[in-house]
């Protein structure tokens, strides 16, 4: 079992910059993909990037490529969210997901466990 809350979130400017990170809890966090979705009113949960047990792997979704870095500390079972530039349609309740087999899957239905999420708005 692995827990997974996210920190971070708030009200930003376009083109501000904001960094979620999402603290696990529980066993073999250094063995699980870490993902970040997000979710906007009325919206389909969207692929927002993932990252390799290792750090060594990483893929983005089209929409924040060249904005977002996804990173992770193993050593203090943590996955970061560094986004930058960030624009109204960026807006949305952003969450971190676990994923057992590390198959660095775009498709949340792969993630076995996932936090409450983090609330981003950003305004124009």
């Known amino acids: 079992q692995v827990q997974l809350v996210e920190s971070g979130g708030g009200l930003v400017q376009a083109g501000g910059t904001l960094r979620l990170s999402c603290a696990a809890s529980?066993?073999?966090?250094?063995?699980?993909?870490m993902g970040w979705f997000r979710q906007a009113p009325g919206k389909e949960r969207e692929f927002v990037a993932v990252?390799?047990?290792?750090?060594?792997?990483?893929a983005y979704g089209d929409s924040v490529k060249g904005r977002f870095t996804i990173s992770r500390d193993n050593a203090k079972n943590t996955v970061f969210l560094q986004m930058n530039n960030l624009r109204p349609q960026d807006t949305a309740v952003y969450f971190c997901?676990?994923?057992?087999?590390?198959?660095?899957?775009?498709?949340?239905?792969?993630?076995?466990?996932w936090g409450q999420g983090t609330q981003v708005t950003v305004s124009s």
């Open positions: 529980g066993r073999s966090f250094s063995n699980y993909a």
């Open positions: 997901a676990a994923d057992r087999t590390a198959a660095l899957s775009r498709a949340p239905g792969y993630y076995d466990y």
């Open positions: 990252i390799h047990w290792s750090g060594g792997t990483t």
